[in-house]
């Protein structure tokens, strides 16, 4: 291994979160997909040490918010409790990432309870291909 070569490690939502931090809304996107790709890889015994760490305050308190919830759904989706720390995140107003009318109705009905119950309406499936 060269000194310019490091060895693969998976993106953890401490590591999403300073990455969202200045990120337009377009990049913010692109690099929640790309750690649920990750995450999606990594063995389920190995999941949970991706969402341990709090991420600290991306300057934007519904992408905040938005990392709790993703953190909860995740865990919930692989069997597991929630860390700790996503408990103290909740929006007092709502907020819908896609704010198409359709978008809305889409997110209102199917968005999962860990984002619903932060404030957060986005649909599952813009989860999926975020």
Do not use: K
Request: hydrophobic share 50%; proline share 5%.
């Amino acid at each position: 291994m060269t000194d310019h070569a490091r060895a693969y490690e998976p993106l953890t939502v401490e590591r999403l979160g300073t990455l969202l931090a200045g990120a337009d809304e377009a990049r913010r996107w692109r690099l929640v997909a790309e750690f649920l790709e990750e995450y999606r890889w990594e063995q389920a015994a190995t999941r949970g040490s991706l969402l341990a760490i709090e991420p600290q305050p991306v300057g934007d308190v519904r992408w905040d918010v938005f990392l709790a919830a993703l953190a909860e759904h995740v865990s919930a989706r692989d069997g597991r409790g929630a860390p700790a720390w996503v408990e103290t995140r909740s929006l007092r107003r709502f907020w819908f990432p896609f704010n198409s009318r359709a978008a809305r109705v889409d997110a209102i009905v199917h968005a999962p309870a860990a984002f619903r119950r932060r404030g957060v309406f986005v649909a599952v499936q813009e989860l999926n291909v975020a």
